[in-house]
C-alpha cells in the first residue's frame, strides 16, 4: 500500500512537472510569435508621438548624446573618451552643470546602438541652432571624442563622414543668418 501511494506521489509530481514546462513552452511560442506584433506596434507609436531624441531642444546637451554615443557604438567608453567628453563640456560647449548635463545625455544613448539613428533624430536641431563654423567644429570634436583612446573605428569615421556631410548639406543662407556659439 505504502509502495502505490509513493508512487501516486511521484505520478502526481511528474504529471505536475510536465505539465509546468508545456505551459512554459506555450508561453514562450506566444512570445516568440507576437514579436512581430510588439516591433511594429513600438514603431508605430514612436512614429506617433516621437522617439525622446525629438524631445531634446539644447543643442549642446545634443552635442553631449551624440559624442557619447559615438564611443558607445562600438565598445564601452573609455576614461580617454569620457575624459575628452568632459573637456570639450567645458570648453567649447562651456555647459555649467557638467556632470548632470553628463548624465542626462547617457541616458539617452545605447551601447551598441547606430551613431546615425541618434545622428538622424538630433539632425534638425544641429542645422537650425548651429552656424556653419560651428557645425564644422563639432564635427572636429567629434574627430577628437572617437581618436581619444585609439584610432577611430571604420564605424566612427563612416558615421562623422555621413554626419559632417549631412549637418552641411543645409543652406548656407541659413547658417550665415545664425550667431552665437552651440546656440548660447
Known amino acids: 500500500m505504502v509502495i502505490i501511494a509513493l ?16 505551459a512554459a513552452q506555450a508561453l514562450g511560442e506566444v512570445n516568440r510569435d507576437t514579436k512581430g506584433l510588439q516591433r511594429r506596434a513600438k514603431s508605430a507609436l514612436q512614429d506617433i508621438i516621437g522617439t525622446p531624441l525629438r524631445g531634446v531642444r539644447d543643442v549642446r546637451l545634443a552635442a553631449v548624446i551624440l559624442m557619447i554615443q559615438l564611443v558607445r557604438t562600438g565598445s564601452p567608453v573609455t576614461a580617454a573618451e ?30 551598441r546602438r547606430p551613431f546615425s539613428l541618434v545622428a538622424d533624430e538630433l539632425l534638425p536641431l544641429l542645422r537650425d541652432q548651429l552656424t556653419e563654423p560651428e557645425r564644422l567644429q563639432f564635427v572636429e570634436m567629434l574627430s577628437k571624442v572617437a581618436s581619444a583612446h585609439s584610432a577611430p573605428s571604420e564605424l566612427q569615421r ?25 546656440g548660447r
Open 158 to 182: 563612416e558615421a562623422i563622414v555621413r554626419l559632417r556631410r549631412r549637418l552641411l548639406a543645409a543652406s548656407p543662407a541659413l547658417a550665415a543668418d545664425r550667431t552665437g556659439d552651440f
Open 7 to 22: 508512487l501516486g506521489i511521484i505520478g502526481g509530481i511528474v504529471f505536475w512537472i510536465i505539465r509546468a514546462h508545456s
Open 82 to 111: 569620457k575624459t575628452q567628453i568632459l573637456e570639450f563640456m567645458e570648453d567649447p560647449l562651456e555647459v555649467e552643470a557638467i556632470s548632470t548635463m553628463f548624465e542626462r545625455a547617457w541616458g539617452y544613448t545605447e551601447p
